[in-house]
């Protein structure tokens, strides 16, 4: 059976970025938890602010890191999404960036969703803007999303309290999607 694809997406533009490190975090404990579970994973972390030619992107086929970026998100069984609150919305680089996926590329991919603010006031960005946005998709965004502000995650961890339960069981919900795909996977690779 093949092994799974975890890509992890950060729409951060700061350097450093808490979104990022948010992200790779989320990335890290899912990949581990499905692995000791039984799940082999390969991961991929997308900076899209990293990516060469992003500014310059105006179709596809996009130069190359931008076009490999886009088929990791395409080609994914489990995708991590992550965007700073800019305006009380994802950060325009996020939306420029998806823009570009393949509007059927993503039908039934499970979406975890992961937001960092300055201001708990925006922590429904997760359900008003990103949730509608990988609708569109057809996609499937799991139940728990998670919105952190400096306070909540810093220096690359989760502080204890409602964001750290909220984040275990965005992992947990990850893992169990991650399951269903593989199951699905190996029916449709056994009708073949
Ligand atoms: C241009 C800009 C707009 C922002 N707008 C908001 C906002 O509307 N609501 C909010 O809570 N935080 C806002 N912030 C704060 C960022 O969302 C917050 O600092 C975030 O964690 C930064 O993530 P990063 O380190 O990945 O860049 C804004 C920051 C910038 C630079």
Do not use: C
Request: zero cysteines.
């Amino acid at each position: 059976m093949s092994t799974l694809k975890i890509t992890g997406l950060s729409g951060g533009l700061s350097s450093p970025s808490r979104t990022l490190s948010l992200v790779e975090l989320a990335l890290g404990r899912i990949s581990a938890q499905a692995a000791a579970g039984g799940l082999a994973n390969d991961t991929q972390l997308i900076d899209i602010a990293a990516l060469e030619g992003i500014g310059a992107l105006r179709s596809r086929p996009a130069g190359d890191a931008v076009e490999a970026a886009l088929r990791a998100v395409e080609e994914a069984d489990l995708l991590i999404v992550g965007s700073p609150v800019y305006k009380g919305s994802y950060s325009g680089l996020f939306k420029h960036f998806v823009d570009f996926l393949d509007y059927g590329g993503l039908v039934g991919l499970p979406v975890a969703l992961l937001a960092t603010g300055g201001s708990e006031r925006h922590a429904l960005v997760i359900e008003h803007q990103l949730r509608p946005l990988f609708a569109f998709f057809q996609a499937q965004p799991l139940g728990t999303g998670a919105f952190f502000t400096e306070r909540d995650f810093a220096n690359g961890a989760v502080a204890a309290g409602p964001s750290a339960v909220r984040f275990d069981r965005l992992v947990d919900e990850a893992v169990h999607a991650l399951g269903s795909r593989r199951y699905l996977r190996a029916t449709v690779e056994r009708a073949a």
